[in-house]
């Protein structure tokens, strides 16, 4: 049953997911995207959203009881893309024990004494677990690529700062990536597509709705004047970073609960894959297993 479903899940996924990204262009994918589902069908589709958190919650108890493969999920996006509430949505099913979230906002001043990589790195997930990063180190081919006077704050030696660093950073990553991999950890990234359109949209919504103003910085509205340069920087950034065992999931943004569902599918296709299954029990611990059995029977009350 799992294989068709898995099957149905990669061809669901197959527009949205980039392996190879040579060719990748950015205004070739949709922020309004909703495959086959309309407006109406939302209740579907929250449906199938919930019927994958508990197909995720199922994954996740095996990966934690087998203890051998770590997951790791990479979020990034422009502001009000909704990644605070997919993560939310998507892993709400699962056990918390089995899951750790990490923020990456500005760099401290420890982060800038270190490689660009050194703050991610010490929060990956440890075997059986479920690693997930809000924005990443992704931030240092996008933000710090659109804002270079950040990167003069890195102090790095001047002559290791030239005209190739965004490639040099994008093979470091990729290399990386390659690394966790073959060492047992499953990456998926996803790119949250969200429109101008929509992300102004949101913004005023934080500033009409008063429960909302607490979300809503004055830097966020200035970020929108960078808006090509960022876009820019994300197709750049897919292209030389999408592999097969590291790919990115271009997510359309423009609807929460479709954004969501993409995301689920994504999770539990992906784990799947890995064939997850609860540690066999050999004979010497079904004899061990039988005499707490008698143990416990042979007890009055």
């Known amino acids: 049953m799992n294989k068709i479903r898995r099957k149905r899940l990669r061809k669901f996924l197959e527009p949205y997911r980039i392996t190879r990204g040579k060719t990748f ?28 958190v508990e197909w995720l919650a199922e994954e996740q108890g095996k990966l934690y009881a087998q203890d051998r493969w770590s997951v790791l999920l990479e979020f990034q996006a422009m502001d009000a893309a909704g990644k605070d509430g997919t993560i939310k949505h998507v ?18 001043a420890e982060d800038l004494d270190h490689d660009f990589m050194w703050r991610c790195m010490k929060t990956l997930p440890e075997r059986g677990r479920i690693g997930i990063f809000n924005r990443s180190y992704y931030e240092e081919v996008l933000v710090v690529r659109v804002h270079e006077a950040l ?10 700062v ?12 990729a290399n990386i990536e390659r690394y966790l991999a073959r060492n047992g950890t499953l990456i ?25 103003n607490w979300k809503f910085s004055s830097a966020d509205a200035r970020e929108r004047g960078y808006w090509k340069a960022y876009m820019k920087a994300y197709e750049d950034m897919i292209r030389h970073t999408a592999t097969p065992q590291a790919p ?8 929460k609960w479709f954004s969501r569902l993409v995301v689920a599918a ?30 416990l029977m042979a007890e009055k009350g």
Do not use: C
């Open 25 to 52: 262009r950015l205004k070739d994918h949709d922020p309004g995207d909703t495959h086959r589902f309309k407006t109406e069908q939302k209740g579907e589709a929250r449906e199938l959203l919930a019927r994958g």
């Open 91 to 108: 892993m709400s099913g699962v056990n918390p024990q089995g899951v750790q979230v990490t923020s990456f906002k500005a760099p401290s």
């Open 151 to 160: 990167l003069a704050k890195q102090k790095l030696p001047p002559e290791l």
């Open 162 to 173: 030239g005209k190739n660093i965004w490639q040099e950073r994008f093979e470091d990553i």
């Open 188 to 212: 998926l990234k996803f790119f949250l597509n969200l429109s101008r359109g929509e992300q102004k949209k949101r913004f005023m919504e934080r500033l009409d709705i008063p429960d909302k």
């Open 248 to 255: 990115w999931y271009v997510v359309p943004a423009d609807n």
């Open 266 to 295: 994504a999770v539990v296709e992906a784990m799947e894959g890995l064939d997850l299954h609860y540690p066999r029990v050999d004979a010497e611990k079904k004899k061990e297993l039988a005499a707490a059995r008698q143990m």
